[in-house]
């Protein structure tokens, strides 16, 4: 009982985990640019894949936590992060349908219409005052890590999540 | 009917969730600092941050382990070189720790004929990073010090590395139970009050989301050059007086510029080789009583000036 209800909340969990690494662990000397946005590729993966366990809501919830724990404006990656799931869930049938290799470009678009939806959004508050470097070294990033962090959800998913 | 419902029931919760997420962007500039809305902004953070705190340092201590072996290792290299350097080096400062000690007292006498109140004394605490901002629009840390700890908002943190000494890192901007985030120099909404040890010109350092620091308010004609120190000025009652920020890089002067020079500034701390954070509290705060009785209870002397005394094998208070 309290297994499968633990089973039930990997996605949330992988999510968290991804926000963990993302904001703790990754940012050492060596990944000072390529920083690679492990949450939007968890919530990519979720949404296409399980939309029933990686909701709006939770998108809402944990695009929160990554404003709070990297200290940048309330409300920036909640919006870019809750606006990215929608437009994957729009495109679900269409994105699941393509190849793994063509997969990963759709990552690279998602990740650079983060990056434009933040872009403005920041842009608006207090001008284009931006780490470029940062801003766009994480596509590429992304680009790099996504298959690995693929590999390792698809693994999760079917040990864990196949029945449930 | 059942789907169609089901379907504007989802759209509407969507919508309703961007429209939060907006009103979460857009609700500082519209609301005052003390507002209501700003209040709970500010609790929902704080919940955020502690229930965040113990996992980031759950995966931040093997990391930081790892780093501290690895730089053991470095260090054994160079350990012959180093200590010969070392040897030299204390040599100097020996002589010029009895010359800071004669003067310290002179100063103290000559303060108290002048009748000139003593600088508010600070104790401090020192945290270990646990997070550390990946975001391309903001620069700041969080470190595993808190409220419980006696860190409080404006907290001013100085930053620790073995490479270039310490400097000034920034200040607190939100704390929680056991955490703090902290706004560091190169934040665009980072903006020190400073002055020019060498001419005592005083300007504004403000920060860019660059690797330089921009210095403000400097009239063309200003007593400046190149490799100056720049340190704070204590004016805005935030940081204290005299603690080093960066050294002057670059001077820019033409018709663009303005009344004004385009100074940039190159911090004195290596914001990425950060590992520990000094954090001056002030007096007045109850807390850190707290946590002097803790390490007094442990058996430890009760700090003396310029002593540190470990609370835990991350975080130590010391009397400044």
């Known amino acids: ?164 | 009917m059942i789907m169609l419902k089901q379907h504007s029931r989802q759209t509407l919760l969507a919508s309703l969730l961007l429209l939060g997420a907006l009103l979460l962007f857009a609700l500082p500039p519209l609301a005052g600092s003390n507002s209501v809305l700003s209040n709970g902004r500010d609790f929902l953070q704080e919940i955020i941050l502690d229930g965040a705190g113990p996992l980031l340092r759950l995966f931040q201590t093997p990391i930081a382990a790892s780093h501290s072996i690895y730089n053991r290792i470095q260090g054994w290299q160079h350990i012959e070189q180093e200590n010969h350097k070392l040897k030299l080096e204390l040599d100097r400062l020996s002589s010029l720790s009895v010359r800071v000690e004669e003067l310290s007292m002179e100063n103290q006498r000559l303060r108290m004929l002048l009748g000139m109140r003593p600088d508010p004394s600070s104790q401090e605490v020192v945290a270990r990073i646990i997070g550390n901002s990946s975001s391309a629009f903001a620069r700041s840390f969080l470190v595993d010090a808190g409220e419980e700890e006696g860190i409080a908002t404006d907290a001013t943190a100085l930053g620790i590395t073995a490479q270039s000494g310490g400097g000034l890192m920034g200040r607190v901007v939100q704390t929680s139970q056991h955490t703090a985030l902290i706004l560091t120099l190169p934040d665009y909404n980072s903006r020190v009050p400073v002055l020019i040890q060498r001419s005592r010109v005083r300007a504004i350092v403000s920060g860019r989301n660059k690797p330089l620091l921009e210095m403000e308010f400097v009239p063309k004609g200003a007593d400046i050059r190149p490799g100056d120190l720049v340190v704070t000025s204590g004016v805005g009652g935030v940081f204290p007086k005299g603690i080093p920020v960066g050294h002057i890089q670059a001077i820019a002067a033409t018709e663009e510029t303005g009344l004004f020079h385009l100074i940039s500034v190159k911090p004195t701390i290596d914001f990425d080789r950060i590992e520990e954070v000094r954090l001056l509290l002030q007096n007045d705060a109850s807390a850190p009583d707290k946590v002097v009785a803790h390490s007094q209870e442990k058996g430890s002397m009760p700090p003396a000036a310029g002593q540190q005394t470990a609370r835990n094998s991350s975080l130590k208070v010391t009397q400044r």
């Open chain 1, 1 to 164: 009982m309290i297994s499968s209800f633990i089973i039930a909340w990997i996605p949330a969990l992988t999510l968290v985990l991804a926000v963990t690494l993302q904001e703790s662990v990754i940012p050492l000397e060596a990944w000072s640019v390529f920083r690679p946005d492990l949450v939007l590729i968890c919530l990519f993966y979720w949404r296409l894949y399980r939309p029933d366990r990686c909701t709006v809501t939770l998108a809402f919830l944990i695009g929160l936590l990554v404003d709070t724990v990297s200290g940048t404006a309330l409300g920036l990656n909640t919006f870019s992060k809750t606006l990215l799931v929608l437009l994957v869930s729009r495109f679900g049938q269409r994105l699941r349908s393509l190849e793994f290799y063509h997969m990963l470009f759709g990552i690279v678009a998602v990740s650079l219409l983060d990056a434009v939806v933040q872009l403005l959004l920041m842009g608006l508050v207090q001008g284009v005052y931006v780490r470029w470097p940062l801003l766009l070294g994480r596509p590429v990033a992304t680009l790099l890590i996504a298959p690995l962090c693929f590999s390792l959800l698809i693994y999760i998913h079917h040990w864990w999540l196949e029945n449930v």
